[in-house]
Antibody
Framework: EVQLVQSGAEERKPGESLKISCKGPPYSFTSSWIGWVRQRPGRGLEWMGVIYPGDSDTRYSPSFQGQVTISADKSISTAYLQWSSLKTSDTAIYYC???????????????WGRGTLVNVSS | SYELTQAPSESVSPGQTARITCSGD??????AYWYQHKPGQAPVLVIYKDRERPSGIPERFSGSSSGTTVTLSISGVQAEDEADYYCQSADSSGDYVVFGGGTKLTVL
């Protein structure tokens, strides 16, 4: 069964940095986009951005541009979501998802990880 | 910024048909997608490209589109269908992904 395996829950203080990961199947990782989606407590899904690990082409939602960094290491089939200085408002579940591009534009998500809970509290 | 609008909640009795709508100005131009999300689980794609059903998704799930509104229908609703349902599409240029606010489906 194809899976995206996400790293475990994290606890951080405001101002700290963090990098969470999402590992996919090696045979398709470099030919698929991987996206990140946020869900704050009691809120809906928010698209953060996507990366194509094959060439590291990365696109960000305007809402998250400059707030996070999406990267990937195709040698180990892993995508990352990174913060340099966390805020309490970053407390959320973060999902990675295999992202299918339709007609070269836009994406949808056909396979999701189970999510990584990030709790930022002083 | 572009938005997709969903009703916050819907309720339906078992065996009835649930219809969840999503409205957005770019929907005539961009495909819509639907996800089922249960607490503590990963979201699941239930409809893609307006009306296509992924393998493994029960036939009672269907999608339709009319102008600026897309609809997810669940016929013969079962207790296990109780979940949050999100529509997703893109802005008119296709540069950005957008999710609707989600509809909580309650099976009475």
């Amino acid at each position: 069964e194809v899976q995206l395996v996400q790293s475990g829950a994290e606890e951080r203080k405001p101002g700290e940095s963090l990098k969470i990961s999402c590992k996919g199947p090696p045979y398709s990782f470099t030919s698929s986009w991987i996206g990140w989606v946020r869900q704050r407590p009691g809120r809906g899904l928010e698209w953060m951005g996507v990366i194509y690990p094959g060439d590291s082409d990365t696109r960000y939602s305007p809402s998250f541009q400059g707030q996070v960094t999406i990267s990937a290491d195709k040698s180990i089939s892993t995508a990352y979501l990174q913060w340099s200085s966390l805020k309490t408002s970053d407390t959320a579940i973060y999902y990675c998802a295999r992202s299918i591009s339709v007609g070269g534009v836009a994406w949808y998500f056909d396979l999701w990880g189970r999510g990584t809970l990030v709790n930022v509290s002083s | 910024s572009y938005e997709l609008t969903q009703a916050p909640s819907e309720s339906v009795s078992p065996g009835q048909t649930a219809r969840i709508t999503c409205s957005g100005d770019a929907l005539p131009k961009q495909f819509a997608y639907w996800y089922q999300h249960k607490p503590g689980q990963a979201p699941v794609l239930v409809i893609y490209k307006d009306r296509e059903r992924p393998s493994g998704i029960p036939e009672r799930f269907s999608g339709s589109s009319s102008g600026t509104t897309v609809t997810l229908s669940i016929s013969g609703v079962q207790a296990e269908d109780e979940a949050d349902y999100y529509c997703q599409s893109a802005d008119s240029s296709g540069d950005y992904v957008v999710f609707g606010g989600g509809t909580k489906l309650t099976v009475l």
